[in-house]
C-alpha cells in the first residue's frame, strides 16, 4: 500500500540520474522522502521534524552529495539514527532490591493487556520463576474469566477476587496472597483506560502507591497512530512508565508509534508481541524495528524463523545430499514443508529486502494454494517413487493424477521442473568439487 | 415484504454525536480553528494546517491534497479572508466524507428474512462492546436481535458477550471456546430464520489482516450466511479504532477484499483520537462510516454524519450548527 523508503530513496536520486554533483537541494528533496516515509510509518510529526533535521545535517556533512551511492549513503544514515533514537541496548527488566518482582500492566483498551499478561507470565516462568497474575479489571464484561481462561490454558495461578471489589484492594491483597504462597512474580493485569479518564487514572496512581511495583509497563498497539504520544506522556506522567510492550507487531503496521514514545518519553521498549498465541512474545531489537519502519525487510526475523524449523544436522544432510545429486521428492516435500510452517509466502517475500517492494511493483500473487497442489501430488506417490522420480512412467503418472485430482499435464510439469532442479544442484556440488562458482546463475549473488 | 426504512435520516442535529465528541473536541483540534484567527493566509498558516491534519492521523497524503486544494482554491477564487479559507476547508473535508457517504446503500428491513450484521476487525478495536451497542440501538426501534458469539478464540470473548446479552436482555448463540465459529453462526442464522428474528449480529474473533488463514476463515463465515440468506450480510462491518494510524488504510482494504465490507465503525472516539484514517479510507476505498462508537455503555452509539463529524473534531464547538 505505502511506498517504502528505500524504493523512494532510490527513485529520487535515481531521477537525477548520473548527472554528477548533487545539490543540497537534491539532498533536501530526499529529506522530504524521510519525512513522508516516517509520517506514513507513523512516526509522530514532532519527532519527524526533529530526527529529519538531525538527518540532513549528517547528510551533508558527510557528502552524500559525493557519494557514488547516495540513496544507500542516505538510507544508513536515516537507519543509523533511527536505531540511536530506539535505544542501541536492550532494555532488561527491573529487579528489585528483594522479592517479590511486581509487574504492573497499564494501557488503553484493546492493547492488549491481559493476553501480554499471559505472555509474559509464561515467558518468565520459562525462565524457572513460579509466578502469579492477578485479575484487577473489574470493568470490562469477563476481563476476569478471560485471565482464568488463560492461567487455565496454560496452567498458571490467578489471584482474583471476582468485579466487586476494588482494584487497589485487589492488588494489594494479592501481594499479600503471593507471599504467603511463595509465588514471585506478580503481574497485575488492569483494566484498560483512556488516558484522560481522571478517576481510572488515579486508581492506577493508588494501586502503584500500594503496592509500589517493581515495573509498570505501558502495552502500546503497535498500530497507533499520532496519538500515540500524547497517551504514553500522559500515563508516563501519572505513573513513571519503567519499559514499552508493542502489540500486535505480527501484522503489517510499520510502528512508528513506538519509535514515538521512546523519541519522546524514554521509555525504553522491553517486549514486542507477535501472535496471538500465549508464547508469542519476543525481545525487542532495534535495528530490526528500524528496518520496519524504513519497510527495509527484517533478514534477521527471516533467518530465525527458518532456523526454528530445522536443525543444523537436517540442513547439514540435505547439503550433502544436494551436492550428490541425490535430493528426492522426499526431501523436496519436507522442505516445501518447512518453509510453509514459517508463514506466508508472500509475507516471507517481504522480509527479503527489495524482493516486498519488487512483489508490490509486479503485484505478484504468490498464492498458498500452488503449495497445496504440489503437495497433493507428491503425497499420492509411493515412497519408492519419491525416491526414483526419473523412473515414474505414464501409467503411474496417470494413477498419481487421479489421486491427486490433478490434472495429467500438472504432473509432468512438476517432474519437468524437479528434474531441472536436481541437475542445476549437480552442477553446484560439480564445481563446489572443483572450487569454482557457477556462472549464470538464476539470482545475482551479493 | 418491505416493511419499514431501516435507517431514517434524521433531520434534527445530532445531539447524541455531538455529546459523544465533546471530549475528543476539548483538544488540540480547536486549534485549526485558531488556525485562521489571523489576519492574513501566508505560508507559515498552510504548513501548520498540514501539520494539525497529520497530527489526527489524515496522513500525508490526504492532507497533502487537501492543503494543496485549498491553496489553488484561495487563489482561483482570490479569497483574502482567512475565515473564508476555514470554511473551504471546513466544506471540502465534509465533501470528502460524503463521497464515501453517499456510497453507504439503503438497506431494508424484510418480514420473515433477518438482517444479517457481520462485524470485523483486527484485535481489540472493540468489536463486542459494538456489537452490544449495535443490538441496544437496534432494540430502540422495536425489532429483535439475535447475537451470534462468533468469536471462539479468545478467552472468554463468549463470557463476554453473554453479559452483554443477558444485560441488554438479547439471547446470545454460543458454542463453547475453541468451537468451529462456522458451526456457530450456522445455527446462529438457522436459529434467527426459525425464530423470525429482526436483526441478527455476527461477532468475529478479532484477526490482524496478514493472517491468510484467519481472512480465509472470515470469507467462509461469509459464505455460511450467504448459503443459508442469498441477500445476507446485509451489512458487512468493519470495526476500526480510531487511535488507528495509517495502518487503517491497509486493514480497510484487506478486510474488503475478504468479505466485501459494506460500512465503517469508528470506535474510542471519545478518546483523543480524531478518527483521521477515515478521511484517507472514505478516499483511497469509498467505504462509508456507518456509525461512531464514543464510549464503554452500550447507548454511546451514533449514526455517522460527515458534517457533525468535522465540526466536532477539526473546528470546535459553535460551527455548522
Do not use: C
Not at chain 1, 547528510?59 to 533514537?85: C, F, H, K, W, Y
Not at chain 1, 503471593?178 to 479518564?197: C, F, H, S
Not at chain 1, 493424477?401 to 549437480?426: C, P, W
Not at chain 2, 496478514?210 to 450467504?226: F, G, S, V
Amino acid at each position: 500500500m505505502f511506498e517504502t523508503l528505500s524504493d523512494r530513496l532510490n527513485e529520487t536520486f535515481g531521477k537525477l540520474g548520473r548527472k554528477g554533483r548533487l545539490t543540497e537541494k537534491d539532498v533536501d528533496d530526499a529529506m522530504r522522502d524521510v519525512r513522508r516515509a516516517l509520517l506514513e510509518a507513523d512516526v509522530n510529526f514532532k519527532v519527524v521534524k526533529d530526527f529529519v533535521a538531525s538527518v540532513k545535517e549528517r547528510a551533508l556533512g558527510q557528502d552524500v552529495m559525493q557519494s557514488l551511492t547516495p540513496a544507500q549513503t542516505a538510507i544508513g544514515i536515516v537507519n543509523e539514527e533511527l536505531i540511536r533514537i530506539l535505544g542501541a541496548e536492550r532494555a532488561p527488566l527491573n529487579t528489585p532490591d528483594r522479592p517479590p518482582q511486581i509487574i504492573m500492566m497499564a494501557g488503553l483498551n484493546g492493547a492488549g493487556k491481559t493476553t501480554h499478561t499471559g505472555k509474559l507470565a509464561l515467558h518468565l516462568r520459562k525462565q524457572g520463576r513460579n509466578p502469579l497474575m492477578v485479575a484487577a479489571d473489574v470493568y470490562r464484561p469477563a476481563a476476569v474469566n478471560q485471565l482464568q481462561a488463560l492461567g487455565r490454558q496454560i496452567d498458571m495461578a490467578v489471584y482474583e477476587e471476582g468485579t466487586g471489589k476494588d482494584p487497589v484492594d485487589i492488588a494489594r491483597n494479592a501481594v499479600r496472597f503471593a507471599q504467603e504462597r511463595g509465588y514471585n512474580p506478580i503481574i497485575i493485569d488492569t483494566a484498560g483506560r483512556l488516558q484522560i479518564d481522571e478517576r481510572l487514572m488515579q486508581e492506577l496512581v493508588d494501586i502503584k502507591q500500594a503496592v509500589d511495583p517493581t515495573e509498570i509497563l505501558l502495552v502500546a498497539d503497535a498500530m497507533t497512530g499520532q496519538e500515540a504520544v500524547g497517551v504514553a506522556e500522559e500515563f508516563h506522567a501519572k505513573l513513571d512508565v519503567t519499559g514499552l510492550v508493542l502489540t500486535k507487531m505480527d501484522g503489517d503496521a510499520r510502528g512508528g508509534a513506538a519509535l514515538s514514545i521512546r523519541a519522546v518519553t524514554g521509555i525504553p521498549i522491553k517486549f514486542i508481541g507477535t501472535g496471538e498465541k500465549l508464547d508469542a512474545l519476543e525481545p525487542f531489537y532495534p535495528d530490526r524495528l528500524a528496518g520496519r519502519i524504513l519497510g527495509m525487510g527484517d533478514v534477521l526475523s527471516l533467518i530465525e524463523r527458518a532456523q526454528e524449523q530445522t536443525t543444523e544436522e537436517d540442513a547439514e544432510r540435505l547439503q550433502s545430499k544436494m551436492m550428490k545429486g541425490q535430493f528426492d521428492l522426499e526431501d523436496f516435500l519436507s522442505q516445501m514443508q518447512k518453509v510453509k510452517s514459517m508463514g506466508p509466502l508472500n509475507q516471507l517475500l517481504e522480509m527479503i529486502p527489495g524482493v516486498g517492494s519488487q512483489l508490490r511493483q509486479a503485484k505478484a500473487e504468490i498464492s498458498d494454494d500452488d503449495y497445496k497442489k504440489i503437495e497433493a501430488i507428491i503425497q499420492s506417490m509411493t515412497p519408492w517413487e519419491r525416491r526414483h522420480p526419473e523412473k515414474i512412467n505414464n501409467p503411474r503418472r496417470r494413477r498419481i493424477a487421479r489421486g491427486s485430482g490433478r490434472d495429467r499435464q500438472e504432473v509432468n510439469q512438476l517432474l519437468a521442473q524437479f528434474k531441472d532442479m536436481q541437475k542445476m544442484m549437480g552442477q553446484f556440488g560439480q564445481m563446489a568439487k572443483k572450487g569454482k562458482m557457477p556462472k549464470n546463475l538464476p539470482f545475482n549473488l551479493p | 415484504m418491505i416493511l419499514k426504512r431501516m435507517f431514517r435520516r434524521r433531520q434534527e442535529p445530532d445531539v447524541k454525536m455531538e455529546q459523544g465528541l465533546e471530549k475528543t473536541r476539548k483538544g488540540v483540534f480547536r486549534e485549526i480553528t485558531r488556525l485562521f484567527d489571523r489576519a492574513e493566509l501566508d505560508d507559515e498558516l498552510f504548513e501548520d494546517l498540514e501539520m494539525l491534519l497529520i497530527q489526527a492521523d489524515v496522513g500525508w497524503d490526504v492532507s497533502q491534497r487537501l492543503v494543496v486544494e485549498l491553496r489553488d482554491r484561495i487563489e482561483e477564487d482570490h479569497i483574502v479572508n482567512p475565515a473564508d479559507a476555514r470554511e473551504i476547508l471546513r466544506l471540502e473535508m465534509i465533501k470528502l466524507l460524503e463521497l464515501a457517504t453517499q456510497n453507504r446503500k439503503i438497506k431494508l428491513l424484510q418480514r420473515g428474512v433477518p438482517f444479517v450484521i457481520l462485524v470485523t476487525g483486527v484485535n481489540g478495536t472493540g468489536k463486542t462492546t459494538s456489537i452490544a451497542k449495535l443490538a441496544a440501538y437496534h432494540k430502540q426501534f422495536g425489532r429483535s436481535v439475535l447475537i451470534a458469539a462468533g468469536d471462539t478464540f479468545r478467552a472468554a470473548a463468549i463470557d463476554q458477550i453473554k453479559v452483554w446479552g443477558e444485560r441488554l436482555n438479547v439471547p446470545v448463540i454460543a458454542h463453547q471456546q475453541g468451537a468451529d465459529p462456522g458451526a456457530v453462526v450456522f445455527d446462529a442464522v438457522q436459529s434467527a430464520r426459525q425464530r423470525g428474528i429482526d436483526v441478527l449480529i455476527v461477532d468475529t474473533a478479532g484477526r490482524l489482516q496478514t493472517k491468510h488463514n484467519l481472512m480465509a476463515e472470515l470469507q467462509k463465515l461469509r459464505r455460511i450466511i450467504e448459503k443459508q440468506i442469498p441477500e445476507a450480510p446485509q451489512e458487512s462491518l468493519l470495526v476500526i479504532d480510531a487511535t488507528t494510524g495509517q495502518n487503517g488504510l491497509v486493514q480497510a482494504a484487506e478486510f474488503t477484499k475478504a468479505v466485501e465490507i459494506t460500512d465503517l465503525m469508528i470506535t474510542k472516539l471519545d478518546s483523543t483520537a480524531k478518527g483521521g484514517i477515515a478521511f484517507s479510507v472514505a478516499r483511497e476505498i469509498g467505504t462509508p462510516i456507518a456509525y461512531i462508537g464514543t464510549g464503554e455503555k452500550a447507548t454511546d452509539l451514533a449514526e455517522f454524519n460527515p458534517e457533525t463529524y468535522v465540526d466536532s473534531l477539526f473546528f470546535g464547538e459553535g460551527e455548522g450548527f
